[in-house]
């Protein structure tokens, strides 16, 4: 079955500028979480959806939103970017998101200029 | 609040060794830890989940186990090979939290032929 699709793979942008990435979760998966990673911090996470509703958020600006639709396909946005918003960017699904398996992405690597 | 530490941060191996690589977490309240590899510039690929009320879980020449009261997780890797170099990850979920995943920072697996 496919896995977790994510596009664009890479992104140049400059800053003040906004972009916006896309999740494609496993069939049947109703959970599609966020993560920032960063050399210096590591995999941090963003936020949750499930069934269309943000069900938990990371300590993150608000310049950096989602949404999911009625088909479990997420998107995340960042507005207004910063250099330091320089990462790669993972998105995990899962059935339930409460004890259950995630899987990932590829990830979105987003280059800020 | 939950942290998650790996050790060692590096690893150099000769090819067919046994290898442990371990895990701590700082709060025993977890709903499940998973393993994962991460390729370089790639996503998470995921090895093994345990969910809180197991102690171990294998699968093919890995094998990990969770001692849930000690804070600790383990995993091991049978008759190490080249193709095993990676960055190996932990992460754990927490009660309440639903599908966020508090991750490690990893440990950098290099496997000389």
């Known amino acids: 079955k496919a896995g977790v699709t994510q596009t664009p793979r890479y992104l140049i942008k400059t800053r003040g500028q906004q972009v916006t990435l896309s999740c494609s979760p496993i069939s049947g998966h109703r959970s599609v979480s966020w993560y920032q990673q960063t050399p210096g911090q590591g995999l941090q996470f963003l936020f949750e959806?499930?069934?269309?509703?943000?069900?938990n958020k990371g300590n993150f600006p608000g310049r950096f939103s989602g949404r999911q639709f009625s088909n479990s396909r997420s998107e995340m946005n960042v507005s207004t970017l910063e250099l330091g918003d320089s990462a790669l960017y993972l998105c995990?699904?899962?059935?339930?998101?409460?004890?259950?398996?995630?899987?990932f992405g590829q990830g979105t690597r987003l280059t800020v200029v | 609040k939950q942290e998650v530490t790996q050790i060692p941060a590096a690893l150099s191996v000769p090819e067919g060794e046994n290898l442990v690589l371990n895990c701590s977490f700082t709060d025993s309240a977890i709903y499940n830890l998973q393993w994962f590899r991460q390729d370089p510039g790639k996503g998470l690929t995921s090895l093994l989940l345990?969910?809180?009320?197991?102690r171990e879980q294998t699968s093919g020449r890995l094998n990990a186990s969770l001692d849930k009261s000690s804070g600790r997780s383990t995993l091991y890797i049978a008759a190490s090979q080249p193709g095993d170099s990676a960055t190996y990850l932990c992460a754990v979920s927490q009660y309440n939290q639903g599908g966020k995943l508090i991750f490690g920072q990893g440990t950098e697996l290099s496997v000389k032929p």
């Open positions: 345990i969910q809180s009320s197991q």
């Open positions: 995990a699904s899962s059935l339930s998101g409460l004890a259950t398996e995630a899987f």
């Open positions: 959806y499930f069934s269309e509703t943000q069900r």
